[in-house]
């Protein structure tokens, strides 16, 4: 039997498989926000625009930005590459793989690259070098969360949704050990000490 979860708001912290994990932004702020990034997007003019959502983290807010610059009136083709810099752990291995690549020619085209979270910067920068190296007229950068840590790449964001404090966070694409994903907020996963704040039951 499965328990239907409510949509909890921020602040809240919502408890799940043992981890308590408190609500930054819920669904409602981060929808309103994504069509702001696409009003953004848009008046940019892109040109030819191809939308490349760096997998995998960035699988949710790909899919909500896309439709959002639909609403906008923004037509786009889209295709993906999976980077990966981290392993199955919580730091950054300071190396990154493209594990599944692009198929489409970048050439003489505005390219969106899609990032869920922007820390150190090595995967965003890594993915901007190689379609700039591949002839890319303009490589334009939307994240989800700018984390407020030292880069250890120069590459900064043209749209970012939120800054984010320097917390482990999960939800809206971003994992913990490919767990939550799913969630519908994105939240802190709290210490196992910490037990301030609201609980949901
Ligand atoms: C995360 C996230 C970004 C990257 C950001 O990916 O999705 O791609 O780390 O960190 P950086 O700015 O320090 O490079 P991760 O490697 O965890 O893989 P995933 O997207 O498959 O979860």
Not at 156 to 173: K, L
Request: glycine share 8%; hydrophobic share 45%.
């Amino acid at each position: 039997m499965t328990t239907p979860h409510a949509s909890p708001a921020r602040g809240e912290i919502v408890r799940l498989d043992g981890e308590r994990i408190r609500v930054i932004h819920d669904e409602r702020t981060i929808a309103e926000r994504v069509l702001e990034l696409a009003r953004a997007v848009a008046a940019s003019e892109p040109v030819n625009l191809l939308v490349v959502p760096v997998l995998k983290g960035s699988f949710i807010f790909a899919a909500d930005l896309l439709r959002a610059f639909y609403r906008v009136g923004l037509l786009t083709e889209v295709d993906f590459m999976i980077l990966a810099s981290y392993g199955a752990g919580t730091t950054s291995s300071g190396t990154v793989n493209v594990l599944r690549d692009i198929e489409t020619d970048v050439a003489g085209r505005d390219v969106l690259l899609v990032e869920d979270i922007l820390e150190t910067g090595r995967t965003l920068a890594a993915a901007r070098d190689l379609l700039r190296e591949r002839g890319a007229r303009r490589v334009m950068t939307a994240v989800l969360l700018d984390k407020q840590v030292e880069r250890a790449a120069d590459v900064a964001a043209d749209f970012a949704g939120f800054t984010c404090p320097d917390v482990f966070v999960v939800g809206y694409g971003m994992d913990k050990a490919h767990a939550y994903r799913e969630l519908p907020f994105i939240g802190e996963v709290l210490p196992n000490d910490d037990d301030s704040g609201r609980t949901e039951s």
